[in-house]
């Protein structure tokens, strides 16, 4: 009878078939699970060192007060257990850890930063451990459980003290752990050892202030990068608006002299805030309805009127010449200046009421106005309300005279 060898067994061939592919499914099963198994601890060092790089954010250095104390000590117990937590399921030793955690953050955080904070968390990690301070699950327990100390609580201290450093008073590399009788008391002076520390700190703050000027230059250069290529697209899409139009004007041949059909619609597109700089926007939308290209000019308006009298005012006007193919809609939007800017004029509009209170006045939107003419003939309006639709029609004369308080 004839036999098959299949993964080291020997089968009859009567059976081949059918144990060859049972055995071949469990070879693969048992090569993809074990592959499976030796990529598990790689993945589980890069998830823990991502949520530990989440809290090694990088010191601005700014200068403060013995009260950050509490927060960077909040920031070291939360760092630490990660570090427990890691000794303890042997995933990684906590040296490598944080290695691992500022690969994730070398853009920002420069080697000498990283060495001295690695040292600060792996010795305030060590001295935990040495007094007792994680419980059964791994978390931080200020209470000393073994040697010195025992029974009281451990202290964070800074290494070099705010009144001698205050640009460290945030920052991880600064700070230890020690019990209560180490503790320095208050109008003790720091040791010799510790004032030689502070070369250390003051070496990793000019590194990050190079790293930072660096940083900004970068920015500097990729916004500028990115502004020049915006101008460049802007310029690309107008050349070809205007490729396009011409060429429509070329095929309409005498119709271009014909009166358009344009119609306008209008919105309040912005209030002041600090988004838009304290400013009032309206958007309008111009549409060429005709079935031929047009060249028009377009007044907008953007009005306010005053609180006591109610006279209106112009915020902004401007007057755009636009070229429309046929069925083509343009979008124009129309900024104020920042309203505190119009409070003088207007006050001195409305009478001047509240004698002494001129920066109290209120600067109110009344709404907008679009005019379009075609060779000097209004083809098309739009208002925010009847009333200004009047003065755009011109059956309320006046719109020209009201007081324009927009200057370039």
């Known amino acids: 009878m004839l036999s098959v060898l299949c993964c080291g067994m020997v089968i009859p061939s009567k059976f081949a078939s059918r144990q060859i592919i049972i055995l071949l499914v469990s070879c693969l099963f048992s090569f993809f699970q074990n592959e499976s198994l030796a990529l598990e601890p790689s993945s589980r060092i890069d998830r823990r060192a991502q949520s530990v790089a989440k809290l090694l954010k990088p010191d601005s250095f700014k200068k403060g007060t013995q009260k950050d104390l509490g927060g960077a000590r909040g920031q ?14 042997g995933s990684a030793a906590p040296a490598s850890m944080i290695s691992k955690a500022f690969q994730f953050r070398d853009k920002e955080i420069g080697r000498n930063q ?4 690695t040292q600060s968390l792996i010795r305030m990690w060590k001295t935990a451990v040495s007094m007792g301070l994680f419980d059964e699950k791994g ?7 073994r040697g010195r100390g025992a029974g009281s609580d451990a202290v964070f201290e800074y290494i070099v003290p705010a009144e001698t450093a205050p640009e460290f008073t945030r920052y991880l590399g600064n700070l230890r752990i020690v019990t209560p009788d180490a503790m320095r008391k208050g109008g003790d002076k720091p040791s010799t050892r510790d004032l030689a520390f502070l070369n250390s700190l003051n070496q990793v703050k000019s590194e990050a202030e190079t790293r930072g000027r660096m940083m900004a230059r970068e920015k500097s250069t990729v916004d500028q990068m990115n502004k020049k290529s915006t101008g460049d697209l802007a310029k690309q899409k107008a050349a070809k608006d205007k490729a396009l139009y011409d060429e429509a004007v070329a ?27 304290n400013r009032y926007r309206a958007d309008f939308e111009v549409m060429n309805r005709s079935r031929h290209p047009t060249e028009v000019e377009v007044d907008f308006y953007v009005l306010g009127f005053t609180d006591k009298l109610n006279e ?9 010449k636009q070229q429309l193919r046929s069925s083509q809609e343009r979008v124009h939007k129309l900024w104020t200046k920042d309203v505190n800017a119009y409070n003088l004029k207007v006050w001195e509009l409305d009478g001047k009421p509240m004698q002494g209170k001129r920066k109290l006045h209120k600067i109110i ?14 083809v098309g309006y739009a208002a925010s309300d009847a009333r200004l639709m009047n ?11 009201l007081p324009n308080f927009w200057s370039e």
């Open 76 to 89: 070291a117990i939360r760092l630490i257990e990660e570090l427990e937590k890691s000794q303890r399921t």
């Open 391 to 401: 003065y755009a029609t011109g059956e309320k004369p006046g719109l020209e005279g």
């Open 114 to 117: 990283a060495m001295v904070t």
């Open 312 to 320: 209106i005012y112009v915020m902004r006007h401007e007057k755009v």
């Open 251 to 277: 095929a309409a041949g005498d119709l271009v002299d014909r009166r358009p059909s344009i119609a306008i619609e209008g919105r309040l597109g912005s209030r002041p805030s600090h988004v838009s700089k």
């Open 139 to 145: 978390k931080f327990n200020s209470t000393i459980k």
């Open 365 to 378: 939107y009344k709404g907008y106005i679009a005019i379009a003419k075609f060779k000097g003939d209004p």
